[in-house]
């Protein structure tokens, strides 16, 4: 088989206190039933959402993008910052045009904004749109290039060339953000459009049996005289308590080739390292933030391995099937190290998956002592570090100088082509 692919592996072991990360339409904290019984679980949803907010201090604003149903207004911002004589109703005009041609995406008033008193209300897509902020940009100097002067009728004759509707439409499929290409994007009105995402996030399970409770609460009433008893209000809340196994790949290749399309002349290197980095630095220290203020349940991984691959994503999940039995004193973290340390091992060698390829380890704790064999030991910026030096190594040999992967660093404005690009 050729080994012509990088992809990074993530596995994290985690403890959560009592906490409700992410609940179901009964309020109750997700479960699942894995090897026979019932886990914790907190969806890939849940995660990959706290990973794109931990963005927000990792990467620039400009390297990421925007998922709203207000596009038109979104758009029509930008419009008002390039000629800002426009009237806020013509912009947004200007901007429901070049949407409408460039995701082939129908935009309307909602009802709710059509029965409110509000001037010139603004219309929505009828589902969230996933665009760039460089998408919008290059989209408000194109309608404006067509629509001089807020002539809606004017653009709409603009679009009407091929090569200018065949240009709109270009303009949303390159230079596209952090964050749509790792998690793809889906236009369902354009599926030429779409985006196929390079991460993939598991469900986190937790690696044990898990029951339910809920905390009985009461709030008091601070002007109750004392001749009122009992409670100003009474209620439940569900909760539980896990050791959870999360898990996560990237496909380098693929984040390299979302990040590329329209980088005519970009260097692969710094922008692959720094989407890398972020991601890896995202998940690995986000936390959904479910009732956490009624919990505080603010954990950071015991554990995480990373395994860079050149083959296939693999999961260790299967070393929880059979649930971890809870240690003579307590705890299931020492027994989920030990598993790991055991199956890794005897999975990678039996499927010829020890081929070279690198991995780390980064722990907290006496009880992953167990998982020291897995990788080489770091700490969690040294873990950053490396990563992006393998990646730039794997990805574009000819361009491994050393930069440091976060923003204001060396090179942490080639995420960004030049204009024109």
């Known amino acids: 088989m050729t080994l012509n692919r990088t992809i990074l592996d993530i596995h994290i072991l985690q403890t959560v206190p009592p906490s409700n990360l992410n609940r179901d ?24 959402r706290a990973t794109r907010t931990a963005f927000a201090e990792l990467l620039d604003p400009s390297e990421l993008g925007i998922r709203t149903k ?12 390039l000629d800002p004589s426009l009237s806020r109703a013509a912009a947004q005009s200007l901007a429901a045009e070049t949407i409408t041609t460039a995701t082939g995406s129908k935009v309307a008033v909602p009802t709710r904004k059509s029965k409110q008193d509000v001037e010139d209300p603004a219309a929505e897509s009828t589902y969230l749109m996933f665009l760039s902020g460089r998408q919008y940009d290059a989209l408000a100097a194109m309608t404006l290039e067509g629509g001089k002067g807020g002539d809606v009728k004017a653009l709409k004759d603009f679009f009407k060339e091929k090569e200018n509707k065949a240009r709109a439409k270009q303009l949303v499929l390159t230079k596209h953000s952090v964050d749509i290409a790792l998690f793809g994007r889906m236009v369902a009105d354009s599926t030429d459009l779409n985006v196929d995402a390079a991460a993939q996030v598991a469900h986190a399970l937790s690696v044990h049996t898990v029951e339910v409770e809920s905390d009985y609460y009461t709030a008091v009433d601070d002007k109750n005289t004392n001749a009122e008893t009992g409670a100003g209000m009474i209620g ?25 399309v329209g980088h005519d002349n970009a260097r692969p290197a710094e922008p692959t390292r720094r989407a890398v980095v972020a991601f890896l630095e995202g998940f690995i220290t986000s936390l959904p933030t479910g009732k ?7 954990t950071l991984p015991a554990a995480v391995i990373v395994k860079l691959r050149s083959r296939r994503p693999v999961s260790y999940v299967a070393a929880f099937e059979e649930p971890v039995a809870m240690g003579g004193e307590g705890g299931f ?33 006496k009880e ?31 361009d491994t100088g050393r930069t440091t992967g976060v923003p204001g660093a060396r090179g942490a404005t080639d995420l960004v082509p030049e204009p024109g690009a």
Not at 27 to 44: D, N
Not at 241 to 254: C, G, I, K, M, Q
């Open 25 to 48: 339409d009964t309020g109750s904290p997700k479960s699942a039933t894995y090897g026979g019984v019932r886990r914790s679980r907190v969806s890939s949803q849940a995660w990959k």
């Open 70 to 81: 207000k596009v038109v207004e979104v758009l029509a911002d930008r419009v008002l910052d």
């Open 236 to 260: 439940t809340v569900d909760f539980n308590s896990a050791t959870l196994y999360r898990y996560a790949a990237l496909d380098v290749n693929r984040l390299q080739e979302n990040l590329g």
């Open 292 to 298: 956490i203020n009624s919990f505080g349940n603010q």
């Open 333 to 365: 973290l020492t027994g989920s190290c030990e598993k790991l340390a055991d199956f890794v091992p005897d999975l990678e060698t039996n499927f010829g998956l020890s081929d070279g390829s690198e991995g780390w380890v980064v722990r907290v704790g």
């Open 368 to 398: 992953t002592k167990a998982l020291e064999a897995l990788g080489k030991s770091v700490s969690l910026p040294e873990l950053l570090a490396s990563v992006g030096d393998a990646v730039v190594a794997r990805v574009a040999p000819e």
